[in-house]
T-cell receptor, first 115, second 114 residues
Framework: DAEITQSPRHKITETGRQVTLACHQT?????MFWYRQDLGHGLRLIHY???????NKGEVSDGYSVSRSNTEDLPLTLESAASSQTSVYFC??????????????FGEGSRLTVL | RKEVEQDPGPFNVPEGATVAFNCTYS??????FFWYRQDCRKEPKLLMS???SGNEDGRFTAQLNRASQYISLLIRDSKLSDSATYLC???????????????FGRGTQLTVWP
């Protein structure tokens, strides 16, 4: 079955280190998204991509970067991790541009703790 | 002001009860609307889309009021398995374009007890 997977599922790191969260989907979806979820804020969009070589900033993109070299993967990099980036990160994909169906398929999430 | 506002609850109801959640959105350019469900420490999943005329899926009924800019979700005959957080989601797009963005509410927590 097609799926979307994130790794690692749990990570503890130190302030200032570079961290990369992987996201891989096998649905051949063009659209991929990274969200973070924090208590009191709900899901907030970090970066998104509508296809290979396309990346866009979301509402909370500072301190994060993404690259899209193929359809299947959208890795999220924290260049210099900060304690404020402690959160649960969700990757998602969709077949159509958002608004057509509204259905995002989410990965299981990556819980990141920055000490 | 947040794009999407929800009462965070928690709502604690007995099995068989009817419960309703409301959600308001601030941007009149919002084009489409959805309810997602998120179980504890799990990923969100689409529950249902919300259409202008209202729509029903089994025990779940969703309604949209564009004039007042709110969305509702009604759950009838609550089951223990309905316990979850319900996320209101709004797509805000450019007019004449589908290049919208999804905005998520903080979620409303529901606990159904036996």
């Amino acid at each position: 079955d097609a799926e979307i997977t994130q790794s690692p599922r749990h990570k503890i790191t130190e302030t200032g280190r570079q961290v990369t969260l992987a996201c891989h989907q096998t649905w051949n979806h063009n659209n991929m998204f990274w969200y973070r979820q924090d208590l009191g804020h709900g899901l907030r969009l970090i970066h998104y991509s509508y296809g290979v070589q396309d990346t866009n900033k979301g509402e909370v993109s500072d301190g994060y970067s993404v690259s899209r070299s193929n359809t299947e993967d959208l890795p999220l990099t924290l260049e210099s991790a900060a304690s404020s980036q402690t959160s649960v990160y969700f990757c998602a994909s969709s077949i159509l541009r958002t608004g057509d169906t509204g259905e995002l398929f989410f990965g299981e999430g990556s819980r990141l703790t920055v000490l | 002001r947040k794009e999407v506002e929800q009462d965070p609850g928690p709502f604690n109801v007995p099995e068989g009860a009817t419960v309703a959640f409301n959600c308001t959105y601030s941007n009149s350019a919002s084009q489409s609307f959805f309810w997602y469900r998120q179980d504890c420490r799990k990923e969100p999943k689409l529950l249902m889309s919300v259409y202008s005329s209202g729509n029903e899926d089994g025990r779940f009924t969703a309604q949209l009021n564009r004039a007042s800019q709110y969305i509702s979700l009604l759950i009838r005959d609550s089951k223990l398995s309905d316990s979850a957080t319900y996320l209101c989601v709004v797509n805000i797009g450019n007019r004449g374009s589908t290049l919208g963005r999804l905005y998520f509410g903080r979620g409303t927590q529901l606990t159904v007890w036996p």
